[in-house]
């Protein structure tokens, strides 16, 4: 099979550890508990297993109502009080969209022709002379163009002379009260069709047993879709006499939820009311609503005109919801995206194991303090469950002395420095991985030494060991060689077992054993390579680059860190003098990258 269908097959999953902890494992399932809770009411009350669809609407409204109206009327100057009666058609008027109007005040000018007429006196028409009048000049807020003449408007004031429907209209406030007060008493029947097309459906505001009677109660009847305004009113906490005197703007609300499922079918609407006008908004800003219109007639031959300035009150119909239905894909997306939520558990252990580890403490106050204990046990886990890359780098080194507990990684390029010199930064030694050599069988041992020869080999001590005449001043253990490599790479190889004065690592029993065993190495590199032929021309270099790796993986714990561990002098020319090289000139170290 090819090479690329054998990558397609493949399969790659996670590697998990697991840690058994009482306390770890009751947050992990606290979590689960609070997560599963919320999900399953969420799924539940949310209805959040169903398809939601947004409705499409239509509504028609109609006012009734008769109200009796006292009003003052303004004709040729002169002011006349009269009784009317208002029915439907006259105080409400079309509006497009879902809206309707019901006036509640107005002021009238009857009688107006088209002429020449003293306009009606404010601080910019009013005039001494005609200098203060402009022939053809036309203000937006004037209610014609002036000829330029100023004229007597009464007995003590003079204002400019217009063109423009004559009498012209009095800025006057609406009456106080509102003439059609009692349009409160007013209902307005509202109906409203709805229709959901991805679902097939299609309902009504209006039930089939209606009581045409009925007016909506909030909780005693909140079906009716018959509405008395002072009701709306008394819903959003205003007064209907005030806000009738310059008008508003009221919102109804209608607000569809439906469940479109068969086993528990239910759509009806829900009413609420709210102003949506500024009712805090000062003189100046034009505060109510309100607007004019005019009723044209003749009268001997002349067309006349009745101007009505109307304060009124707009009613805007909202209407918002959607219909919900069962629905398969729905609900394994939604499970699929709580799925999620179970790792909020994983990161928080996560984050107390971080953060509450022993690199955070002090090492030596442990047996003092129980939150370092604590933290000594998450160090545990740790180590356990993360594992420390650093990004390699030509420049990447590691040394190991055999008198620190630590790892020192020097991270730069050395010019002409000592390594042995060379500070670097302390990491904590890994774990020692014992896998290789546990595979050594115990029957695998050297020779017995030769009688009479003297054992070589001496236990390592603190004690300082006097350096040999030929040992190099950074030497610290008296067996140190200068390097052959060339003066700008010596530097690599000026390095020590040693950080300060003591015993070489290479008088140690296990540096014998583990390093210069050849029958140890030999089954090292069969075990990795069992056809691998040991020929005696390659034999010592075979086994000098495996005693090399193995005192790199046994002094440095990790075979990541092996790649760039740099050999003390000591150890190097040990074992280049166990397995030597036929042409007796070495290259070096050599970065992996």
């Not at 303004?74 to 009784?83: A, M, R």
Request: net charge positive; with cysteine; hydrophobic share 30%.
């Amino acid at each position: 099979m090819p090479a690329c269908c054998d990558e397609m097959f493949l399969y790659e999953t996670n590697k998990v550890t697991r840690i058994q902890s009482g306390s770890y494992g009751t947050i992990k399932w606290f979590f689960h508990m609070i997560v599963f809770s919320y999900v399953s009411f969420a799924l539940v009350c949310d209805k959040l297993y169903q398809r939601k669809e947004s409705l499409i609407s239509s509504v028609h409204t109609k006012v009734k109502g008769i109200a009796e109206v006292r009003e003052e009327i303004l004709e040729n100057g002169k002011k006349e009080e009269g009784l009317s009666v208002f029915d439907p058609a006259d105080y409400t008027f079309p509006l497009q969209g879902n809206s309707f109007f019901v006036m509640t005040n107005f002021l009238k000018t009857k009688g107006q022709v088209r002429g020449l007429c003293p306009e009606y006196p404010t601080r910019r028409t009013r005039c001494s002379s005609d200098r203060g009048c402009k022939k053809g000049w036309l203000d937006p807020q004037s209610k014609g163009i002036q000829t330029g003449r100023c004229v007597v408007y009464n007995q003590t004031i003079r204002t400019c002379e217009v063109s423009a429907w004559c009498p012209t209209e009095a800025s006057e406030e609406p009456p106080r009260p509102a003439l059609l007060n009692n349009a409160e008493n007013f209902t307005v029947l509202i109906k409203n069709n709805i229709d959901f097309p991805g679902h097939n459906y299609t309902t009504r505001n209006i039930l089939p047993d209606l009581n045409i009677s009925c007016t909506f109660h909030k909780t005693q009847n909140p079906q009716c879709p018959i509405f008395r305004l002072g009701d709306i009113f008394r819903e959003t906490g205003e007064d209907f006499s005030e806000v009738a005197i310059k008008g508003g703007i009221m919102g109804i609300e209608i607000y569809w939820d439906c469940n479109l499922d068969s086993w528990f079918h239910r759509c009806r609407p829900k009413y609420s009311f709210r102003r949506l006008d500024d009712k805090t908004t000062n003189e100046s800003l034009y505060p109510g609503y309100n607007f004019r219109y005019a009723k044209y007639y003749q009268e001997n031959n002349v067309e006349k005109r009745t101007l009505i300035k109307v304060f009124g009150i707009r009613f805007d119909i909202l209407v918002f919801g959607d219909g919900g239905k069962f629905d398969i894909i729905t609900l394994i997306v939604y499970i699929g995206s709580t799925l999620s939520y179970f790792g909020l558990a994983t990161v928080f252990i996560d984050f107390l194991i971080n953060t509450y580890s022993s690199t955070s403490c002090q090492s030596h106050i442990y047996p003092y303090c129980k939150c370092c204990q604590g933290c000594a046990v998450n160090e545990y886990y740790y180590k356990k469950k993360y594992e420390t890359v650093v990004e390699p780098k030509s420049t990447l080194k590691y040394v190991s002395f055999v008198d620190e507990f630590h790892i020192r990684m020097v991270d730069k390029q050395l010019l002409g420095r000592s390594l042995q010199d060379v500070k670097g930064k302390e990491i904590p030694r890994p774990l020692m991985d014992f896998t290789d050599l546990s595979r050594l069988p115990l029957s695998l041992q050297d020779p017995p030494p030769i009688p009479g020869q003297p054992e070589a080999i001496q236990l390592l001590s603190e004690e300082a060991t006097p350096g040999s005449s030929s040992s190099p001043s950074w030497c610290q253990c008296g067996n140190c060689l200068p390097s052959q490599l060339r003066k700008s790479q010596q530097c690599l190889e000026e390095l020590c077992c040693r950080k300060k004065p003591g015993a070489c690592i290479t008088t140690s029993e296990p540096f014998r054993r583990l390093i210069l065993s050849r029958r140890a190495l030999q089954f090292l590199l069969l075990y990795q390579e069992p056809l691998l032929e040991l020929d005696a021309d390659a034999t010592n270099n075979q086994l000098r680059h495996c005693a090399y790796r193995c005192y790199a993986i046994w002094r440095f714990g990790s075979k990541d860190l092996a790649d760039f561990a740099i050999l003390p002098s000591c150890c190097r020319w040990r074992i280049r003098k166990e397995f030597p090289k036929s042409e007796g000139q070495y290259s070096g170290f050599k970065s992996p990258y």
